[in-house]
């Protein structure tokens, strides 16, 4: 049985990739449309952004209004804080990476982490052992 990557989360082997934690074995000659998925951006992140997108708006309206010192400055204070708040929620909620496929019928999820170097040899172990099962 060759083992072509193993952590602790899983081993995947020329015919199959177990997973520790459920005790799971999926074999590769069952699995079909194998794809990536990304998972879903932090709402937190979302807020951000839009409140980003709010301060270019309310500087837009109130330009004409305030001197141009205090609305530079307004939006440049107001735009840091919003851009420094989407990046920790980068870092702290990053998106998960899912790898999908059909399994015996059902759209199952094969492995999914945050970890983008971890995800990329997970795919890429399947796939060689996909391809040594020929």
Request: aromatic fraction near 8%.
């Amino acid at each position: 049985m060759g083992i072509y990557f193993q952590n602790d989360e899983l081993i995947v082997t020329r015919n199959s990739i177990i997973l520790i934690g459920p005790q799971t074995r999926i074999l590769l000659a069952e699995l079909a449309d194998m794809r990536i998925v990304r998972g879903d951006l932090d709402p937190h992140r979302a807020l951000a952004a839009h409140a980003t997108s709010g301060v270019i708006v309310v500087t837009a309206a109130l330009w004409p209004v305030l001197d141009a010192t205090a609305t530079v400055t307004l939006t440049g204070t107001a735009f840091a804080v919003f851009m420094v708040a989407n990046g920790a929620c980068q870092r702290i909620y990053p998106r998960v990476w899912e790898l999908r496929a059909r399994y015996r019928d059902m759209d199952v999820c094969v492995y999914s982490t945050a970890d983008r170097q971890t995800f990329g040899q997970v795919r890429r172990a399947i796939m060689r052992a996909t391809e040594a099962a020929g």
